[in-house]
């Protein structure tokens, strides 16, 4: 059995952050799409911070774990690592590989909105 590494493209906690959020936002029927063909996910819109938190989907999240999104430098390391096509800030789209990259967080900072 082979080991699989965690983290392999060596992303910053700021960039996982951000990948998983936008990966939550493409699976999102309302604010994002699918492509079935390619595996590309396009981000429809971005989520802005009211108050302390973020609404992602049906998930809340806190403010200070979105900030990625607001932050260029984010977007062109993880385009520069072959997670995101290049278009930030007109556009987000996750590659294949973007999609499908285990940022091993999707459970510890996620939780159902109230409202």
Same mark, same amino acid.
């Not at 609404?55 to 979105?66: E, L, M, N």
């Given at each position: 059995?082979?080991? $699989?590494?965690?983290?392999?493209?060596?992303? =910053?906690?700021?960039?996982?952050?951000?990948?998983?959020?936008?990966?939550? *936002?493409?699976?999102?029927?309302?604010?994002?799409? *699918? !492509?079935?063909?390619?595996?590309?996910?396009?981000?429809?819109?971005?989520?802005?911070?009211?108050? !302390?938190?973020?609404?992602?989907?049906?998930?809340?999240?806190?403010?200070?774990?979105?900030?990625?999104?607001? =932050?260029?430098?984010?977007? $062109?390391?993880?385009?520069?690592? @072959?997670?995101?096509?290049? @278009? /930030?800030?007109?556009? *987000?789209?996750?590659?294949?590989?973007?999609?499908? /990259?285990?940022?091993?967080?999707? !459970?510890?900072?996620?939780?159902?909105?109230?409202?």
């Amino acid at each position: 059995m082979a080991f $699989v590494r965690k983290n392999p493209l060596k992303l =910053n906690n700021l960039q996982l952050r951000t990948l998983v959020l936008a990966q939550v *936002i493409a699976k999102d029927p309302n604010s994002g799409r *699918i !492509d079935e063909a390619s595996g590309e996910g396009t981000l429809l819109r971005v989520p802005h911070a009211h108050g !302390d938190h973020v609404h992602v989907g049906q998930f809340t999240v806190s403010a200070r774990d979105a900030s990625g999104f607001e =932050n260029p430098a984010v977007w $062109v390391a993880l385009a520069r690592k @072959g997670l995101v096509k290049d @278009g /930030y800030p007109a556009s *987000i789209v996750l590659t294949k590989e973007g999609m499908e /990259y285990d940022t091993g967080l999707g !459970d510890h900072f996620l939780e159902e909105s109230d409202h």
